[in-house]
């Protein structure tokens, strides 16, 4: 069973709202993944953790703000967006970091957000 | 900067034909290869993956590593238009354990 899952699968809010997208895993993998992607462009990493600890951050805005509550969840909340910043938002985990080893990363079906 | 180039395409080939996806990368270092398939308005699914240079298959797909040459390929055998969609090339590179680099991805055509 190689299933991501996410929370909701679209979305649409204003620049003053705040949200949170949700994403779980049953696989017992220990790192998971924050993407997002834009139309015709591949997927852009903006957050890693393992071990349910904040582990990658790519220099992602504050108005962005990732949360692990255990290692089967990952969200991330969203406050004060800007209209370039509706994208598909992807979830993914892998069994662990892939030091030395072939982990692989399995995506959920993503969020579709639109900020108007 | 470290790189992973794919043509963009469209790449059109006749159902039936192998279709054959090319992906090449700058960090000699890489350990790991992966190739993704996106349906339009979907996520990426995982469709192969390799470390060891030679050839890999599964079922119709076969993926091959040349490391010397920093390039990895998809051959996709007796296409069909359930195929049609982008695929995306991604590495695992020398930094950080975790970061995979991904090209900009190869449209797929199958036509009928």
């Known amino acids: 069973d190689t299933e991501v899952t996410q929370t909701p699968k679209h979305l649409v809010m204003g620049m003053t709202n705040k949200k949170s997208l949700k994403c779980e895993q049953h696989?017992?993998?220990?790192?998971m993944y924050w993407y997002k992607q834009k139309a015709k462009k591949p997927p852009e990493l903006m957050f890693v953790?393992?071990?349910?600890?904040?582990?990658i951050n790519e220099s992602v805005p504050s108005r962005f703000s990732p949360e692990c509550p255990n290692s089967s969840l990952l969200n991330l909340h969203l406050h004060a967006l800007q209209p370039e910043d509706s994208a598909l938002y992807l979830c993914?985990?892998?069994?662990?970091?892939?030091?030395?080893?072939?982990?692989?990363?399995?995506f959920g079906p993503g969020t579709r957000l639109t900020v108007t | 900067q470290k790189e992973v180039e794919q043509n963009s395409g469209p790449l059109s080939v006749p159902e039936g034909a192998i279709a054959s996806l090319n992906c090449t990368y700058s960090?000699?270092?890489?350990?790991?290869f992966f190739w993704y398939r996106q349906y339009s308005g979907k996520s990426p699914e995982l469709i192969m993956f390799?470390?060891?240079?030679g050839d890999k298959e599964d079922g119709r797909f076969t993926a091959q590593l040349n490391k010397a040459s920093q390039y990895v390929s998809l051959l996709i055998r007796d296409s069909q238009p359930s195929d049609s969609a982008t695929y995306l090339c991604?590495?695992?590179?020398?930094?950080?354990?975790?970061?995979?680099?991904f090209g900009t991805g190869t449209r797929l055509q199958v036509t009928l």
């Open positions: 993914a985990s892998s069994q662990d970091l892939g030091r030395g080893q072939i982990y692989e990363q399995y």
């Open positions: 390799i470390y060891s240079n």
């Open positions: 991604a590495v695992r590179g020398t930094g950080t354990a975790s970061k995979l680099t």
């Open positions: 953790y393992s071990y349910e600890k904040l582990s």
């Open positions: 696989m017992g993998h220990r790192a």
């Open positions: 960090d000699r270092g890489s350990q790991s």
